[in-house]
């Protein structure tokens, strides 16, 4: 078993509507979660992160964590067709730079 | 500030040849990393290193070697190319949590 699951999608959306994305995860000693995007043959850049448990918001984007479900979450909200993009999330220990990812879900935002 | 540089973008090579992908950062980042990307697996640690001088194997290591003389540099070696080790190849350099990823080289071996 993978220790951080993600379904591969494709999740195909109307443009304005709400994407919801999600991971789970097996290693109760990440503490940190992040968000990246990769848009199609480019590397994947940071879009957000999260420490310990809770919410945080960055404009369109809220990303949640509940660590006693080992679950964590992205929203994006009033969706563009500049969100249609591959989603991977990822998690650190608390020590080390060591990041284990998600396999990434395809999202397509459609005009 | 170029960031993270890997090269080739592409290469083909023959099953047994062997060939070294290139990756450079001018981030000053102890901590650098290769890894493969394929459809539905997401990015696979392949070697990491926390600085120069050391280096460890991540999730796939095998079939792959690496070695890490300068902070920038951290060159990744095929030792003898499977048509398994067709991917997708990903340099990475991160400060805790944000990863600087380079371009990636798209690797086929026919």
């Known amino acids: 078993q993978k220790e951080v699951e993600q379904d591969p999608g494709p999740l195909s959306v109307p443009e304005g509507a709400i994407v919801s994305l999600n991971c789970t995860y097996s290693?109760?000693?990440?503490?940190?979660f992040m968000w990246y995007r990769q848009y199609s043959r480019k590397g994947p850049e940071l879009l957000m992160y999260?420490?310990?448990?809770g919410n945080k918001e960055d404009g369109r984007f809220t990303a949640q964590v509940d660590k006693s479900s080992k679950y964590i979450s992205l929203f994006i909200r009033d969706s563009q067709p500049s969100d249609s993009a591959t989603y991977l999330c990822?998690?650190?220990?608390?020590?080390?730079?060591?990041?284990?990812f998600g396999g990434g879900t395809r999202v397509l935002v459609k005009p | 500030n170029a960031g993270v540089t890997q090269t080739p973008k592409f290469q083909v090579l023959k099953t047994g040849q062997s060939m070294t992908l290139q990756c450079a950062q001018d981030m000053n980042h102890e901590y650098m990393s290769w890894y493969r990307q394929d459809p539905g697996m997401g990015l696979r640690l392949i070697h990491y290193s926390v600085g120069a001088g050391i280096t460890d194997q991540g999730e796939v290591p095998n079939g792959y070697n690496v070695s890490r003389s300068t902070t920038e540099d951290f060159p990744l070696r095929l030792l003898s190319a499977a048509p398994s080790q067709t991917s997708v190849y990903f340099c990475a350099t991160n400060m805790n949590t944000e990863a600087f990823f380079g371009q990636g080289t798209r690797l086929t071996v026919v």
């Open positions: 999260t420490y310990s448990s």
């Open positions: 990822a998690m650190k220990k608390a020590a080390g730079n060591k990041l284990t």
């Open positions: 290693n109760s000693a990440f503490q940190y």
